[in-house]
């Protein structure tokens, strides 16, 4: 799992782009699947267990953690949060360092995120901002969401910060740029899991059956037409399935049929509508298609809303150096930091990391030199905000 040593403070090579790459190389080899991030808490902790400690205060929260920065003059507390879980997806980068963990990989960045934070914490233990900081290495951004029970812990009343931001890695930027917005950045998600089930049998015998691999199919198209054709052209939605399952061999007709996907939406109130409708829908195929079908929910995020004031203080800061601030667009991608923002003032930007795969592609490539800038921005903002 780890190289030997782990990465060690005391090397003398903390701040440099060298040393970040070995941390990120690291813990790119151990993803996590959501509140079972043990052995990357381990790893955040050791590493954290080496800093200079005069200054810091140290909480564990589930497989998360909270980390303390005494300021100088300590009027308000700064919060930076990084999100720490991987997906469950099989990593073909082809990578030296590729996950050892089967089945799971960092295909979201979050290796950079914690990277990143613990670039800017090993930098501020050294030298401590005039404000407190906050670090909060949260699990279960992918899901089913560490956020809001991060928000609601009574660690948090210990910690709580009274400014808050977070970075994603971004693809399709490159290096050395920054993109960020007031206002909505990423939308409102929730998951989506539905279970059919009919009367299976014989293959050759269709019509003594009610097929759950017909009837899912069909309503995974008709889900695309609730997109089309129930939420006004003017605000948007995504429906996507990720993954079906149903059957066992090619000549049994299936008696029960799983899909699993998420819906996104623009704003709450169009997310309760799409609900709705998805639940019409369901209500119809029970009857046309002589089944159950049961709908879950999983995990509802709430849209990640940028404080106008907190965006622009931090494009000034940026502009301040040599990196490149843009204008975000708003995207599809869902974020629990959202619950944070909801309570807490704040902002999530988009870090440059120049990968032709995407964000969740089995061959994400984010280029490490962004680890330096992302570094470099988070410390420059937790000093000025
Ligand atoms: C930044 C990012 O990619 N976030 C995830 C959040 C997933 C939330 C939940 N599991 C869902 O799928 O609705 C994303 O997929 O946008």
Same mark, same amino acid.
């Not at 005494?70 to 073909?92: C, F, H």
């Given at each position: 799992?780890?190289?030997?040593?782990?990465?060690?403070?005391?090397?003398?090579?903390?701040?440099?782009?060298?040393?970040?790459?070995?941390?990120?190389?690291?813990?790119?080899?151990?993803?996590?699947?959501?509140?079972?991030?043990?052995?990357?808490?381990?790893?955040?902790?050791?590493?954290?267990?080496?800093?200079?400690?005069?200054?810091?205060?140290?909480?564990?929260?589930?497989?998360?953690?909270?980390?303390?920065?005494?300021?100088?003059?300590?009027?308000?507390?700064?919060?930076?949060?990084?999100?720490?879980?991987?997906?469950?997806?099989?990593?073909?980068?082809?990578?030296?360092?590729?996950?050892?963990?089967?089945?799971?990989?960092?295909?979201?960045?979050?290796?950079?995120?914690?990277?990143?934070?613990?670039?800017? @914490?090993?930098?501020? =233990?050294?030298?401590?901002?005039?404000? !407190? $900081?906050? +670090?909060?290495?949260?699990? /279960?951004? &992918?899901? #089913?969401?560490?956020?809001?029970?991060? @928000?609601?812990?009574? =660690?948090?009343?210990?910690?709580?910060? !009274? $400014?808050? +931001?977070?970075?994603?890695? /971004?693809? &399709?930027? #490159?290096?050395?740029?920054?993109?960020?917005?007031?206002?909505?950045?990423?939308?409102?998600?929730?998951?989506?899991?539905?279970?059919?089930?009919?009367?299976?049998?014989?293959?050759?015998?269709?019509?003594?059956?009610?097929?759950?691999?017909?009837?899912?199919?069909?309503?995974?198209?008709?889900?695309?037409?609730?997109?089309?054709?129930?939420?006004?052209?003017?605000?948007?939605?995504?429906?996507?399935?990720?993954?079906?399952?149903?059957?066992?061999?090619?000549?049994?007709?299936?008696?029960?049929?799983?899909?699993?996907?998420?819906?996104?939406?623009?704003?709450?109130?169009?997310?309760?509508?799409?609900?709705?409708?998805?639940?019409?829908?369901?209500?119809?195929?029970?009857?046309?298609?002589?089944?159950?079908?049961?709908?879950?929910?999983?995990?509802?995020?709430?849209?990640?809303?940028?404080?106008?004031?907190?965006?622009?203080?931090?494009?000034?800061?940026?502009?301040?150096?040599?990196?490149?601030?843009?204008?975000?667009?708003?995207?599809?991608?869902?974020?629990?930091?959202?619950?944070?923002?909801?309570?807490?003032?704040?902002?999530?930007?988009?870090?440059?990391?120049?990968?032709?795969?995407?964000?969740?592609?089995?061959?994400?490539?984010?280029?490490?030199?962004?680890?330096?800038?992302?570094?470099?921005?988070?410390?420059?903002?937790?000093?000025?905000?």
């Amino acid at each position: 799992m780890l190289l030997e040593q782990g990465p060690s403070y005391r090397e003398g090579f903390f701040l440099k782009q060298e040393m970040l790459t070995r941390i990120r190389r690291e813990l790119h080899q151990i993803p996590e699947l959501g509140f079972k991030e043990y052995k990357t808490q381990q790893y955040l902790l050791d590493y954290i267990n080496q800093l200079p400690q005069e200054a810091l205060r140290v909480e564990m929260w589930r497989t998360g953690i909270f980390v303390r920065v005494q300021g100088n003059v300590g009027q308000k507390t700064i919060g930076y949060r990084a999100d720490i879980d991987g997906l469950p997806l099989t990593e073909e980068t082809g990578y030296e360092f590729q996950s050892t963990h089967d089945g799971r990989m960092h295909a979201c960045g979050h290796d950079f995120h914690m990277t990143i934070a613990l670039g800017a @914490l090993t930098r501020l =233990a050294q030298k401590p901002a005039d404000d !407190d $900081v906050v +670090f909060l290495f949260q699990p /279960a951004e &992918e899901g #089913p969401g560490g956020a809001e029970p991060m @928000l609601q812990s009574e =660690a948090m009343d210990r910690h709580r910060p !009274d $400014v808050i +931001f977070g970075l994603h890695v /971004a693809p &399709e930027l #490159p290096v050395g740029s920054v993109s960020s917005k007031p206002g909505l950045l990423f939308a409102n998600t929730s998951e989506l899991f539905i279970d059919f089930k009919g009367v299976g049998g014989h293959a050759a015998f269709p019509h003594l059956t009610h097929d759950m691999v017909v009837t899912a199919s069909a309503f995974v198209s008709h889900l695309q037409q609730i997109v089309a054709r129930r939420v006004d052209p003017l605000d948007s939605a995504v429906i996507t399935i990720g993954k079906i399952e149903a059957g066992t061999v090619q000549n049994i007709i299936a008696q029960a049929a799983r899909l699993e996907g998420t819906i996104r939406t623009l704003s709450p109130e169009a997310m309760e509508k799409v609900k709705g409708e998805i639940e019409k829908v369901a209500r119809g195929y029970e009857i046309a298609n002589d089944c159950d079908i049961h709908i879950d929910y999983g995990a509802n995020y709430h849209q990640v809303f940028n404080d106008a004031e907190q965006v622009q203080h931090f494009e000034k800061i940026v502009k301040e150096t040599d990196y490149r601030f843009q204008d975000a667009n708003m995207a599809m991608t869902g974020e629990d930091f959202g619950y944070m923002l909801k309570e807490i003032p704040g902002f999530m930007f988009w870090l440059g990391v120049d990968s032709e795969a995407g964000l969740h592609q089995s061959t994400l490539k984010p280029k490490e030199e962004a680890l330096t800038v992302g570094v470099n921005i988070v410390e420059k903002t937790l000093r000025n905000l």
